[in-house]
């Protein structure tokens, strides 16, 4: 397998946890480069679940590395809970298979509490955040002020810059009631946390390039989706971080040169968590995945899903800028039931027939879907492991996504569990 980058090409909650870990069985590496814990990854493997916030998803695997990379934001507490919780489930986690770059932001309990003011000072106007301290921190590492993981190993030095930042935070929470912090107070709050992940923490540049050296496949694991990405985005309900493929690169210290394959994830509909706008979006189809099925629960908030149909003016998009080299299409089940499917093949504004999505924030609200309507296939397609056992309009439906993506499939997922999906 080529060194690959796994990328989400919607708003998130694509299923890239499964991709993942259905390709680490040939990778040797598994970085993450970007995002936060407010984002999950729900993988079903051997009838057992497991839901990872920081961790890639190749811990599951053992024997492969691990690495999460100088581009992530590190909540402390919450990385801990998370491999208490995994290492309850029967998983082997150690300094061997899972490395922290020290280069890494750290959340810290005043960024969740910046984030609750952000959201109030908002009002009406609410981005939907998870409030777990992901946009402040990527604001204090923008604006020069945020703490790295190796910053926190010297308490006189975290002391220092902790203290110094909380001169301005404290102005602000007192705003709007919120608490208060002393330095002293926020290193003793993480301590413990810190104390637990000491032996993952190292430079894990030279451990990158090393493996890159010695021929070793790395596959690179995205958080999010493209559509939350803070340059392509719908700007401003996006993330805080680069979600494309280009920020695999930046977020892990490997040069692009040291990528092949991109490989681009997308739903066979349409999903978002939070708010802003969703061209696509159809309360029928939601009512229908929520109550029906019981889908598209958010792994790491339990909110329920926006749903609607699958555009592709945004895949379109998204393959274009990730430049997507093979497309992994899941949850093709969650339609089996449908009698008729609509696709966004185009967007009208104002008039005018778009393909694109606009840049122009008011341009959204303007923007109608445009659908073509595919017959349904009426049959289960959770038992089918080749492209030919799916059902023709199944088939039929795929390609016409294709089409409208001018990108092939790799892949098709067709229920949650690793052993559901369909190589092409």
């Not at 799916?390 to 993506?405: F, I, V």
Request: aromatic fraction near 6%; charged fraction near 25%.
């Amino acid at each position: 397998m080529a060194n690959s980058i796994v990328v989400g090409l919607q708003w998130g909650d694509e299923g890239k946890g499964k991709v993942v870990d259905f390709l680490t069985e040939e990778a040797d590496v598994v970085v993450r480069a970007q995002g936060g814990n407010n984002a999950g990854h729900t993988v079903i493997a051997n009838g057992e679940k497991y839901i990872l916030h920081l961790i890639p998803s190749g811990i599951l695997w053992g024997e492969k590395q691990c690495v999460i990379g100088n581009g992530v934001v590190l909540d402390p507490i919450g990385l801990v809970t998370e491999i208490e919780k995994l290492e309850s489930q029967g998983v082997k986690i150690s300094a061997d298979n899972l490395a922290i770059s020290n280069r890494a932001h750290v959340v810290l309990p005043y960024h969740k509490e910046l984030d609750e003011a952000r959201e109030l000072a908002r009002g009406d106007k609410k981005i939907g955040t998870t409030k777990r301290g992901i946009g402040p921190t990527y604001a204090d590492k923008a604006n020069r002020n945020g703490l790295r993981l190796a910053d926190l190993l010297n308490k006189e030095v975290a002391l220092e810059l902790i203290a110094t930042r909380l001169k301005d935070a404290n102005e602000d929470l007192a705003k709007y009631g919120l608490s208060q912090f002393t330095a002293e107070g926020v290193l003793e709050n993480i301590a413990p946390a810190l104390e637990r992940l000491k032996p993952h923490i190292k430079d894990t540049i030279p451990l990158l390039h090393d493996a890159r050296k010695a021929g070793q496949t790395i596959l690179f694991e995205g958080a999010q989706g493209f559509f939350l990405d803070i340059d392509f985005g719908t700007y401003p309900f996006v993330t805080s971080s680069s979600t494309s493929s280009g920020g695999a690169v930046s977020g892990s210290g490997l040069p692009p040169q040291s990528i092949q394959e991109v490989i681009g994830v997308c739903k066979a509909y349409t999903t978002r968590v939070g708010s802003g706008p969703f061209i696509s979006e159809n309360n029928d189809f939601s009512d229908y995945m929520h109550n029906e099925l019981g889908r598209e629960f958010g792994a790491t908030t339990g909110r329920a899903r926006r749903c609607g149909w699958l555009d592709t003016v945004l895949l379109k998009f998204s393959c274009l800028i990730n430049g997507v080299t093979k497309l992994a299409i899941t949850n093709l089940d969650g339609l089996d039931e449908r009698e008729t499917i609509d696709i966004c093949v185009a967007y009208d504004i104002d008039g005018v027939r778009h393909t694109y999505p606009p840049a122009e924030r008011d341009a959204w609200n303007r923007a109608i879907p445009i659908y073509e309507t595919l017959p349904g296939w009426k049959c289960s397609t959770e038992e089918c492991t080749t492209w030919e056992s799916l059902p023709e309009n199944a088939r039929a439906y795929l390609s016409r996504l294709a089409e409208l993506a001018e990108t092939n499939i790799g892949f098709v997922g067709v229920g949650p569990d690793r052993k559901q999906t369909i190589v092409v």
